[in-house]
C-alpha cells in the first residue's frame, strides 16, 4: 500500500474536484439570487447581495474577488450562522457584517451596472 497523501492528483481526480467546485458554486449563487429575491425590499442590504450575485455572474471580474464575494454569500445563505436570521432585528446583522467587511474589499469591482440590475431584480419581485 503506497502512501498516495503525497502523490500529486490524478488528472481525473482534478475534474471531479473542478465539478464538485462548480456545483457548489452554482448552488451557493442560486441560493443567495432566491434569499435575496425573498425577502426583497424588506431587506436593506438586499439590493447589495443581488450587486454582488451579478458582479460573481459577470465574467469581466477578477477571480479573486469571486472567491471573496462567494465566501460572504455563501455566508448569507447558510441556514446556522453566528446569529439566527429568524430573530428579529438581529437575525442579519452578523450577515450584514460578513457581507460588509467583503463588499469593502472589492467595492471597485462592483460596476453600476451590476447595481441596476440588482435594482431591476428587486423591483421585478
Given at each position: 500500500m503506497?502512501?498516495r497523501?503525497?502523490?500529486?492528483?490524478t488528472?481525473?481526480?482534478?475534474?471531479?474536484m473542478?465539478r464538485?467546485?462548480?456545483?457548489?458554486?452554482?448552488?451557493?449563487?442560486?441560493?443567495?439570487?432566491?434569499?435575496?429575491?425573498?425577502?426583497g425590499k424588506?431587506?436593506?442590504?438586499?439590493?447589495?447581495v443581488?450587486a454582488a450575485?451579478?458582479?460573481v455572474?459577470d465574467p469581466?471580474?477578477?477571480?479573486q474577488v469571486k472567491?471573496i464575494l462567494?465566501?460572504a454569500?455563501?455566508?448569507?445563505?447558510?441556514?446556522t450562522?453566528m446569529?439566527?436570521?429568524?430573530?428579529p432585528?438581529?437575525g442579519?446583522t452578523d450577515?450584514?457584517?460578513?457581507?460588509?467587511?467583503?463588499f469593502?474589499?472589492?467595492?471597485?469591482?462592483?460596476?453600476p451596472e451590476?447595481?441596476e440590475?440588482a435594482?431591476?431584480?428587486i423591483?421585478?419581485?
Open positions: 503506497t502512501d497523501l503525497h502523490e500529486p492528483f488528472a481525473e481526480e482534478m475534474e471531479a473542478r464538485a467546485g462548480r456545483t457548489d458554486e452554482e448552488r451557493t449563487l442560486d441560493g443567495a439570487f432566491e434569499k435575496a429575491r425573498a425577502v424588506r431587506l436593506p442590504f438586499a439590493e447589495d443581488l450575485y451579478y458582479c455572474r469581466a471580474t477578477p477571480r472567491w462567494l465566501g454569500l455563501a455566508y448569507f445563505v447558510l441556514p450562522d446569529i439566527p436570521d429568524f430573530l432585528l438581529v442579519f450577515d450584514i457584517a460578513v457581507l460588509t467587511a467583503a469593502g474589499a472589492v467595492a471597485t469591482s462592483i460596476r451590476h447595481r440590475d435594482r431591476r431584480t423591483d421585478e419581485a
